[in-house]
Nanobody, 118 residues
Framework: VQIVESGGGLVQPGGSLRLSCAAS????????MSWHRQAPGKERELVAV???????TQYADSVKDRFYISRDNDTITSLQMNDLKPEDTAVYFC?????????????WGQGTQVTVSS
């Protein structure tokens, strides 16, 4: 099982970015796929979750109506981030767990940096 994130970068406030999480060694249909972020000096926090078997999604209050998680296909999970704010600056991690309800990842990617600054 391997997870690789991509799509991070520098963006101005109000801008958009799309992060991708590529899975290898498994397909995500029976997995809970999630995005998390960790800002300097802060704990890692859950941002968004999608349950493979149902397509159900859940978001942190801080990103609701701005971020959208999706399963693009059997191996790619994306996070569309709109109206980005400086407080969204963090390293974003993709997580995976073979489950239909457990949001705690068993596998992690290496992370991708998102910086929101003018």
């Amino acid at each position: 099982v391997q997870i690789v994130e991509s799509g991070g970068g520098l963006v101005q406030p109000g801008g958009s970015l799309r992060l991708s999480c590529a899975a290898s060694g498994f397909t995500t249909g029976k997995y809970v796929m999630s995005w998390h972020r960790q800002a300097p000096g802060k704990e890692r926090e859950l941002v968004a979750v999608i349950i493979g078997v149902s397509g159900k999604t859940q978001y942190a209050d801080s990103v609701k109506d701005r971020f959208y998680i999706s399963r693009d296909n059997d191996t790619i999970t994306s996070l569309q981030m709109n109206d980005l704010k400086p407080e969204d600056t963090a390293v974003y991690f993709c997580g995976a767990r073979h489950s239909s309800y457990n949001y705690v990842p068993a596998h992690w990617g290496q992370g991708t940096q998102v910086t929101v600054s003018s």
